[in-house]
């Protein structure tokens, strides 16, 4: 009988070291996996399939909450499907997923929830959750905005975009539909992005629109949200827009008694041109409130006056009575119009006068604009009477003074620079809005309304 041989390993104090250093990371990378979060859950079986992708940040506060919701969507999922008695499809389905959005010190997480329970077309629900990593706290819309009335600004610039979406892209929104959806609620604008050209807002489906248009997004320039949304949230270079088209020293009329001559309803070839070609002769400028219609018609004659350092400004784009429209047809009026002068001045207006004079603060509101009026009207569109205006304007004339004329009309140039010849005797300088309300050191007010400009 042959016996068997026994083999015993023997390992050297160094072979013990390096086996008991395998045996730990070994552990060590079992209790890592072990505690490693899983991102991705799947459970299926004959009668439902969940998927659900859990986001994934760095941030505990957006992790608790996130995971907290979409847990609360999956039971309310699972209840409801075990109310259903009869399966009327062969799964019913929940997703869930996500995206991160992160600008400057805000953290964002926008969770989108897919359940299938039967029926034409899945229900889709939204959540989205903000951190504000430099004050270390949770976010929302409110906290970005810059005062208790601007969250209705808001909603109105919004109302605005959504009906320019649906009109560009002619897919027929229901007007009453987005009224409400973009009701002066917060609840109503919690899914935003602050990206680099624009604050971005989204509204799910069934929000603003009917569930086939999907996902509706808009962008809200910087500019258009100052006064709405604090500073230094406002991802813009600011410009000084009220010294924007000063080409000539103002000091030297710093002690004359000023007057604003104002111009409506141009431009136009013959009676622009003829009063521009004169302007120089009673060291004039002069402030032109236009026609946005009109604008491509007399590109050459604009960039002219604008080029001269003459002021220009927005009458709307058709001279329509802004108190008879809607919000939509409001803004449209005068965006279109400030559209047509920077495509042609390359520079923003800030000075609207609405025709017939009808404004409110609701339309100061969309605007976001100074608005100009006039306490002397000549209505030269009347009479056509050179010496009639020039009279009216000399027998009324007063330091701070805002003169309503139409470049329209011959006879109103003639008028007009009558007028000067006359006043510039008795010591006046004729100014733009703009210069005048730098020389007066006023700080024109959007809320405000201005007839005439004094200290």
């Known amino acids: 009988m042959i016996k068997k041989r026994r083999y015993r390993i023997r390992l050297t104090k160094f072979g013990k070291a390096i086996f008991s250093i395998c045996i730990v990371l070994l552990i060590a990378s079992l209790c890592f996996k072990k505690s490693e979060p899983n991102f991705y859950v799947k459970e299926e ?36 499907i075990n109310d259903i008695s009869d399966l009327d499809t062969s799964k019913y389905e929940f997703k869930s997923d996500y995206e991160i959005n992160e600008t400057n010190n805000i953290l964002g997480v926008h969770i989108t929830v897919y359940e299938y329970t039967g029926g034409a077309h899945y229900i889709r629900d939204d959540k989205s959750y903000y951190y504000n990593k430099n004050e270390d706290k949770m976010v929302s819309i409110t906290d970005f905005l810059e005062d208790e009335k601007s969250l209705g600004k808001l909603a109105n610039l919004s109302y605005y975009y959504v009906m320019k979406y649906s009109n560009d892209n002619n897919l027929g929104f229901d007007e009453q539909m987005i009224k409400e959806g973009l009701k002066c609620e917060s609840n109503n604008f919690e899914h935003f992005n602050f990206l680099d050209s624009g604050l971005e807002l989204i509204f799910p489906p069934l929000q603003v629109a009917y569930y086939a248009a999907g996902e509706v997004k808009i962008l809200i320039p910087y500019e258009e949200l100052e006064k ?171 330091d701070g003074a805002i003169v309503l004329l139409h470049d329209l009309y011959e006879t109103s140039i003639d008028g007009a620079l009558l007028a000067m010849e006359r006043l510039e005797k008795e010591g006046y300088a004729f100014v733009t809005i703009e210069e005048m309300a730098l020389l007066k050191n006023i700080n024109l007010d959007k809320e405000k309304s201005y007839f005439q400009i004094k200290n």
């Open 45 to 80: 079986n004959d009668d439902y399939l969940i998927e659900i992708n859990y986001p994934k940040v760095e941030n505990k506060n957006l992790v608790a909450y996130s995971t907290e919701y979409i847990e609360s969507k999956e039971k309310e999922f699972k209840d409801n």
């Open 228 to 398: 709405k949304i604090k500073s230094e949230y406002l991802k813009y270079s600011k410009k000084d827009n009220s010294q924007s088209n000063l080409n000539r020293n103002i000091e030297e009329f710093r002690d004359k008694k000023l007057i604003a001559f104002t111009f409506d309803d141009g431009p136009s070839y013959i009676g622009t041109n003829k009063l521009l070609d004169n302007l120089d002769k009673y060291n004039a400028r002069v402030t032109f409130f236009v026609l946005g219609n009109r604008v491509n018609s007399y590109k050459d004659t604009l960039k002219r006056a604008y080029d001269m350092g003459n002021l220009i400004g927005s009458h709307t784009y058709t001279h329509l009575n802004l108190f008879k429209l809607d919000n939509y047809s409001i803004l449209n009026e005068i965006k279109m119009t400030n559209e047509a002068i920077k495509d042609v001045t390359n520079s923003e207006t800030l000075y609207l006068r609405p025709p017939y004079g009808n404004i409110n603060s609701n339309i100061k509101e969309l605007s976001n604009m100074y608005t100009i009026l006039w306490n002397l009207d000549t209505e030269d569109w009347k009479y056509k009477d050179a010496n009639r205006i020039s009279n009216y304007i000399v027998n009324n004339a007063h």
